[in-house]
């Protein structure tokens, strides 16, 4: 009798690992935000942190871990008087990671932070570029079960709640309604009933910048995902409400240092990191340095 193959089905699959870090904060910590195209991971092993993820703001407490989905802005700072300690890995995946790891925060058991910190140990091994055979296979497959596993969870919702959360959660919610819309900021302040200069002192609090270049970040970062369609730029223009194919080219090169033609000729994964990939022997490639929608550094 015939035997008959059943393929393994992949929802996702880890293709290499930018950075593997520890990191330690002073009470006063801030970082003023960033998005890139690739997923990180932060897992607070001690402190309390305020974490912006788009228009959500989290209150991030002990032993507790947070996924940053690509393009997703995140920004962080200390609160409450703590000095946080943590464990930060960032990595390329190809297909789609359960929705669960993207809503809300994770606390982690014992076993699970053990864990964490084996698979962050073996990817800083593979990041700074040993390569004992089949390492980084093994370190891509025990961060996948690991990812699927805890996607499993229940995550807990730590939302800060006040009034000017609540008042930057649906300006920046608006925002990301009509990110193809080329509004003003005046059109936003009026739809939540609040003034221009308030606007401006939330997403400095919040964000770290001008709503006005939070809005252009949200524009820029759509004009990427339509870069990867088969849309031309005329028609890429017109979507997103530019008076002209021209003002399109002229706002896309401000913000990217490339036009949309140049972009889309060579978009590439980011270029700040070294990219292990996730042979059975480590390779490692590094790419041309280019400009990027938001400059990625080191938290």
């Not at 690739?38 to 305020?50: A, D, K, P, S, T």
């Not at 990191?273 to 550094?297: Q, V």
Request: net charge positive; charged share 30%; proline share 3%.
């Amino acid at each position: 009798m015939p035997l008959t193959l059943k393929e393994v089905q992949r929802s996702f699959s880890i293709q290499g690992f930018y950075t593997a870090f520890e990191a330690n904060w002073k009470d006063d910590y801030v970082f003023h935000g960033e998005s890139h195209d690739f997923w990180e991971i932060v897992f607070f092993e001690q402190g309390n942190v305020e974490c912006v993820e788009d228009e959500k703001i989290y209150l991030v407490k002990d032993n507790c871990m947070l996924l940053h989905a690509p393009m997703e802005f995140h920004r962080i700072r200390s609160v409450q008087g703590t000095s946080p300690r943590g464990f930060i890995l960032s990595f390329q995946a190809e297909g789609r990671l359960p929705e669960a790891l993207k809503q809300g925060i994770f606390l982690l058991t014992e076993e699970e932070k053990e864990e964490y910190r084996a698979i962050c140990k073996s990817i800083k091994s593979v990041v700074l570029g040993k390569t004992e055979p089949y390492l980084s296979q093994l370190a891509a497959d025990r961060l996948s079960s690991f990812l699927i596993r805890l996607s499993e969870k229940q995550g807990v919702e730590e939302i800060v709640k006040s009034d000017r959360s609540e008042s930057y959660h649906k300006i920046v919610s608006d925002m990301t309604k009509w990110v193809d819309g080329n509004r003003t900021l005046s059109d936003f302040a009026t739809r939540q009933s609040v003034s221009v200069s308030y606007m401006k002192l939330l997403f400095l609090e919040y964000a770290g910048m001008s709503p006005k270049a939070y809005y252009n970040q949200l524009r820029v970062q759509r004009a990427v995902a339509l870069l990867n369609q088969k849309l031309s730029i005329a028609e890429i223009a017109e979507k997103m409400n530019f008076s002209s194919q021209n003002y399109f080219t002229v706002f896309f090169r401000k913000h990217t240092g490339a036009s949309p033609s140049e972009f889309r000729r060579k978009i590439i994964r980011p270029t700040e990191y070294k990219l292990a990939k996730t042979t059975s022997i480590t390779k490692k490639y590094r790419f041309t340095p280019s400009k990027r929608i938001d400059k990625t550094r080191q938290k």
